[in-house]
């Protein structure tokens, strides 16, 4: 098997920390790199993400942290910015350190007990973050899964996968961690989700057919970032963060549900050019596509590469 390239950008660390049954990804960007959000689906759990609205003062981010736990695991965010506040990082006002961390959350209580992220686990992941990144069942893909239209027993495990496209000089890569009602399609064909005695069900087919009669509510979410080095604005951060929801609607259908809470990040450290910023959105879809497909193949190899480039 060959093993697909997953580049971080320079500027940028990845770390996680999990337990049996839930965990924590951070992506850290410690000197700050402008930040957007785009928030889809009527079931969402995020932190800071208004901050990255356009008209808001705040430029950078010092992270974004996914996290398994439902809304209790949005406590992890607190462990990043000690970590950060620790280190030396975050945005200086009248004379106190605050670091900037933005954040979501996707649901996988899916025990008898309560098992979610604490402070302590972001905390860890950010310690984790001088390590080389895996992807798979990890971090806050731990307790993932997708197609969970009749139940959990009828679902596929998933996980948190990464991609990375390069796009004329210019690093995009997508962390996703995939959680959803819907399933996931590599192309045309489902490689992952609801199944039935004969193979998947095809929950966009059955919906539309209107067979369920309960589903429950909230119980999934999409969640992930992209991260590139190009040199863009909070506008143009924004803007990769929405269209790379294109890329959840391609590989999750259905995607952007009541039941979902779908959120998608973009940090960038500018230290590339860009020439030509719509090429830049058709790889910030095509990176997010590839990344919630590895999601779902746990046992692909990746080779992770760190950009150590000079140029700015």
């Not at 399609?185 to 095809?202: H, L, P, Q, T």
């Not at 909230?218 to 863009?232: E, H, P, R």
Request: hydrophobic fraction near 40%; charge should be neutral; aromatic fraction near 6%.
């Amino acid at each position: 098997m060959s093993k697909a390239e997953i580049v971080i950008p320079r500027g940028f660390e990845m770390g996680h920390y999990d337990d049996e049954f839930t965990g924590v990804t951070v992506l850290l960007a410690k000197k700050g790199a402008i930040g957007g959000c785009d928030q889809r689906g009527g079931a969402p759990g995020t932190r800071e993400t208004d901050l990255l609205r356009n008209e808001k003062m705040m430029q950078k981010i010092n992270a974004v942290v996914l996290s398994g736990g439902s809304a209790y695991g949005l406590a992890a965010s607190c462990g990043v910015m000690d970590w950060l506040k620790q280190h030396g990082y975050g945005y200086r006002t009248a004379g106190k350190l605050v670091p900037i961390v933005s954040g979501a959350v996707l649901f996988d209580l899916n025990q008898k007990e309560y098992h979610y992220p604490t402070a302590e686990y972001g905390y860890k992941a950010c310690e984790n973050s001088d390590k080389l990144p895996v992807f798979g069942n990890v971090g806050a893909g731990k307790g993932a899964t997708v197609g969970k239209i009749r139940g959990l027993k009828n679902a596929c495990k998933s996980g948190i996968g990464a991609a990375t496209v390069k796009a004329m000089g210019v690093t995009v890569t997508a962390v996703v961690a995939v959680n959803a009602m819907g399933d996931v399609y590599d192309g045309e064909r489902i490689i992952a989700g609801a199944k039935g005695k004969d193979g998947f069900i095809d929950t966009q087919k059955v919906l539309a057919n209107g067979e369920v009669a309960k589903l429950i509510t909230g119980a999934n979410t999409t969640i992930g970032c992209i991260l590139t080095d190009a040199n863009i604005d909070k506008v143009g951060a924004n803007k990769l963060a929405s269209i790379s929801h294109n890329g959840l609607a391609r590989a999750i259908r259905p995607v952007h549900t009541d039941y979902d809470g779908d959120t998608m990040f973009c940090m960038a450290s500018g230290k590339k050019p860009v020439v030509n910023f719509a090429i830049l959105q058709s790889a910030a879809v095509e990176a997010t596509v590839k990344a919630i497909v590895n999601a779902v193949k746990l046992d692909k190899e990746y080779e992770i590469i760190f950009d150590e480039t000079d140029e700015e």
